[in-house]
C-alpha cells in the first residue's frame, strides 16, 4: 500500500516507516522537524518537510495514499500545562485540516496515533476503552478529544478510522529532545554514570510497551480500518517503576545511583492498560517482554551515545 | 454574582440573562449577533457585541467575574457538515481562548451549555453520562472536545466547571435564524396555517425540556460550581415527534396540517435523558410539563406574529 506518516521522522513514526518500508509498502514522511530527526527517516522513505497544516502541500501529497498514519503531534506533557492552546492548536485544529485534506483528496483511511491520557486519573484496575475519560492535562484533552472528530468524520464523511491509545512507549529511535520519558533517560544516564531522577520512589506501576509493537499495532490497524474503533495499545500487565530500575541494573551489570526526586503532582499511580479489545478484533499481542525490549533499547543508546562521543 | 453570559443574545442565553437579571446579579452579554436571531439582551444587562475568540476583550470583560455561563456556540448541525473547521474553530478553538483569558483573570468557574449531541446513536435509553460517545456530526464532536478542555483546565489549572448536555430544548425567545427546531417551526407554521414537516413518519422518540427549567439549571450549576461535573439536561421522558404534534393541535384547538417528509440522515430515532444524576447532584428537577411549555411558546410565537 502507499502510506503517509506524518510525525515519521519522530520516536514511534520513524520505526513505523521503517517497519512498512519492510514490508514493502511505499512510504512518504511528512515532518516538521520541530521534534524529528532527519537522520531517523528511512531511507526508502520520501521525506517532506512540512507542516500538517498545510493544506496546499496536503494537496500535492495525499493523491494515490491510501492510508494516513497520523502521529505528528506536540507530545510533551508538562509544557502542555505553560502552552495549552498550542496543543489544540497542533493535536486537535492541523488533525480537522488533515482531515480536510483527506476527504478532499479521497484518502479514506486514517491510524491515529492517541495516548492513554485520554483516561485521566484511574486505579489499579487496568484501563478499559470505555471507561471514564477525564484527561487530566490539555495533552491529553487535545489528544482525546480528535478521537471526536474522527467519530464523526467516520459517521459524516466516511473516513475510517483506528484510534490507538499508547501506554508507555519506549525503544530504539527515541531522540526526543529534553526527553521526558523515563526509560530513555534513565537508560542514558546509566550509560554515562549519572544518577538516575526516580519519583515517588518508584512506586508507581506503569505499562510499558515496546515500539515494535506499537509500529506493529499501527500495521494491523491500517489493515482493518473499516469503521470507528478505539483500542488501548499496552502490554497489559503494569510494572512498578523500581522494578524497570532493578532490570536496567541487571542489564548493565552493576548497581545505579537513584536521585530521590520526591513526588510529582498530577501523576497518577497506575496506568495499566486492559488489552483484551485489540487482542479479539485485531488479533495484535505484545510480542517483546520488558527484558528484551529494555536490552534493544540499551544496545541503541550504547550505540548512540559511542556516535556522539 | 457578577456573571458574564457568551452567547448571550441567543435562545437560551437571552432566557438565562434574564433569570440573572430577575434574582439580581449583575451581567455582562458578549455575543456576535452571528446566529441569535436578535441584537438585543436584556436591558438590565450590559451588552457587549464580539467574539469569544477576541482574547483581548474578553480579558477586559472578565474583571471582577466571578463565573462565565458559556453559551456562544455555532449550533446548526447541518451546516457542521458543510464546513466543520469553523465549528471546531467557534466552538472548540474560541473557548480555549476564553479560558486562557479566565485563567488570566483568576475567573475560576465556568458553566458551559454542552448538547445531548455528545453521545451519538445511543447505545441505551434513557442515556447515563457515562454511556460511550461517538459523535456522528462535528457539532456533536465539537462540543464533546470542549468537554475535554474543561476537563483539562480542571485538573491542571484549577477552573472548575459543569457541563450541561441539553436535549431538546424549546419555549419562548427561540429566533434561531434559520430555523432548524422542529417546535418552533412547527407553531409558527401553524399559526400562519402552513402545513407542518414530520419525519420519519413521526417515530423518533425526542426528550423535550422547557427553556425556562433549562437556565434554572445555569443558575443552580453557577452555585454548585466545583471540580468537573457533566450532566444531562432533559425531562428525562420521550415523546414520538407524531405524539408532540398532536399534542400541539390539542393546545391550538384545531386540526393541523401535516407534511409527511419521509427520512433524515443522521439524526438518532431516540434520544431520551437518564436525569438521576442532576437530580441527585444538583436537586434539579423539570418543572414545567410538555402541555405548559408548549402553551407559553406559542403565546410568545403569537404575540411576535
Redesign the interface.
Given at each position: 500500500m502507499k502510506a503517509l506518516v506524518t510525525g515519521g521522522a519522530g520516536f514511534i513514526g520513524s520505526n513505523l516507516s521503517q517497519l512498512l518500508c519492510d514490508e514493502g509498502h511505499q512510504v512518504v514522511v511528512l515532518d516538521d522537524l520541530s521534534s524529528g530527526h532527519r537522520q531517523l527517516v528511512d531511507q526508502r522513505a520520501e521525506l517532506v518537510e512540512g507542516a500538517i497544516e498545510d493544506s496546499k502541500l496536503l494537496s500535492e501529497i495525499l493523491p494515490g495514499i491510501e492510508v494516513v498514519f497520523h502521529l505528528a503531534a506536540t507530545s510533551t506533557i508538562t509544557y502542555?500545562?505553560t502552552n495549552?492552546?498550542k496543543y489544540?492548536?497542533n493535536n486537535?485544529?492541523n488533525g480537522?485540516?488533515l482531515?480536510?485534506a483527506m476527504k478532499k483528496a479521497d484518502v479514506g483511511k486514517i491510524v491515529y496515533s492517541s495516548s492513554a491520557s485520554s483516561y485521566?486519573?484511574s486505579d489499579e484496575r487496568p484501563l478499559k476503552e470505555?471507561d471514564?475519560?477525564?484527561?487530566?492535562?490539555?495533552y491529553?484533552?487535545s489528544k482525546?478529544?480528535?478521537e471526536?472528530?474522527l467519530?464523526?468524520?467516520h459517521?459524516?464523511f466516511g473516513i475510517n478510522s483506528v484510534s490507538l491509545r499508547y501506554f508507555n512507549v519506549y525503544g530504539p529511535n527515541d531522540e526526543q529532545k529534553n526527553n521526558t520519558r523515563a526509560v530513555p533517560k534513565w537508560v542514558r544516564a546509566a550509560l554515562q554514570n549519572k544518577p538516575l531522577t526516580l519519583y515517588w520512589k518508584g512506586e508507581q506501576k506503569r505499562d510499558y510497551i515496546f515500539v515494535r509493537d506499537i509500529v506493529l499495532a499501527n500495521l494491523m490497524a491500517a489493515l482493518n480500518c473499516n469503521g470507528?474503533d478505539v483500542y488501548n495499545v499496552g502490554n497489559g500487565r503494569g510494572v512498578w517503576m523500581k522494578d524497570i530500575v532493578k532490570k536496567l541494573e541487571e542489564i548493565v551489570g552493576r548497581e545505579l545511583t537513584i536521585e530521590d526526586a520526591g513526588e510529582r503532582p498530577?501523576d497518577p499511580k497506575f496506568a495499566m492498560a486492559d488489552i483484551s479489545k485489540i487482542k479479539e478484533k485485531l488479533g495484535w499481542h505484545p510480542t517483546i517482554d520488558l527484558e528484551t525490549g529494555l536490552k534493544i533499547t540499551v544496545d541503541y543508546f550504547k550505540t548512540r551515545i559511542t556516535e556522539n562521543l | 454574582m457578577k456573571a458574564l453570559v457568551t452567547g448571550g443574545a441567543g435562545f437560551i442565553g437571552f432566557n438565562l440573562t434574564k433569570l440573572l437579571c430577575d434574582e439580581g446579579h449583575e451581567v455582562t452579554v458578549l455575543d456576535n449577533f452571528s446566529s441569535s436571531g436578535r441584537k438585543t439582551a436584556d436591558s438590565r444587562a450590559k451588552l457587549v457585541q464580539g467574539s469569544v475568540g477576541d482574547y483581548d476583550l474578553v480579558f477586559d470583560l472578565l474583571k471582577d467575574k466571578e463565573v462565565v455561563f458559556h453559551l456562544a456556540a455555532t449550533g446548526i448541525i447541518k451546516f457542521s457538515?458543510e464546513n466543520?473547521?469553523l465549528y471546531?474553530?467557534n466552538n472548540?478553538?474560541n473557548g480555549?481562548?476564553l479560558?486562557?483569558a479566565m485563567r488570566k483573570r483568576g475567573v475560576n468557574k465556568m458553566v458551559y451549555s454542552s448538547s445531548s449531541g455528545?453521545y451519538?446513536e445511543p447505545q441505551r435509553t434513557p442515556i447515563q453520562e457515562?454511556d460511550?460517545?461517538?459523535?456522528?456530526?462535528?457539532y456533536?464532536?465539537?462540543k464533546?472536545?470542549?468537554e475535554?478542555?474543561l476537563?483539562?483546565?480542571y485538573?491542571?489549572?484549577g477552573i472548575s466547571s459543569v457541563c450541561f448536555r441539553y436535549y431538546n430544548v424549546y419555549g419562548p425567545g427561540d429566533r434561531q435564524h434559520p430555523v432548524t427546531r422542529a417546535v418552533p417551526k412547527w407553531i409558527q407554521a401553524a399559526l400562519r396555517d402552513e402545513p407542518l414537516v414530520l419525519y420519519w413518519g413521526g417515530r423518533q422518540k425526542k426528550d423535550y425540556i422547557f427553556v425556562e427549567d433549562v437556565v434554572r439549571a445555569n443558575l443552580i450549576g453557577a452555585s454548585k460550581c466545583q471540580g468537573?461535573k457533566v450532566y444531562n439536561v432533559g425531562s428525562g421522558e420521550g415523546i414520538l415527534m407524531s405524539d408532540l404534534s398532536d399534542k400541539l393541535e390539542e393546545v391550538f384547538g384545531k386540526k393541523l396540517n401535516i407534511e409527511q417528509k419521509g427520512n433524515r440522515e443522521?439524526d438518532p430515532d431516540v434520544l431520551i435523558a437518564d436525569i438521576s444524576r442532576i437530580k441527585e447532584d444538583l436537586g434539579w428537577r423539570p418543572l414545567v410539563d410538555l402541555e405548559t411549555g408548549l402553551t407559553k411558546t406559542i403565546e410568545y410565537y403569537r404575540n411576535r406574529l
Open positions: 502542555s500545562l495549552p492552546r489544540f492548536e486537535f485544529i480537522v485540516i482531515l480536510e485521566g486519573n470505555n471514564l475519560t477525564e484527561p487530566i492535562n490539555p491529553g484533552a482525546y478529544s480528535f471526536h472528530v467519530s464523526s468524520y459517521r459524516c470507528f498530577g | 457538515l466543520p473547521l471546531f474553530e472548540v478553538m480555549i481562548t479560558l486562557e455528545v451519538g457515562n460511550v460517545k461517538e459523535p456522528i456530526n462535528p456533536g464532536a465539537a464533546l472536545a470542549f475535554d478542555v476537563s483539562a483546565y485538573y491542571a489549572f468537573f443522521g
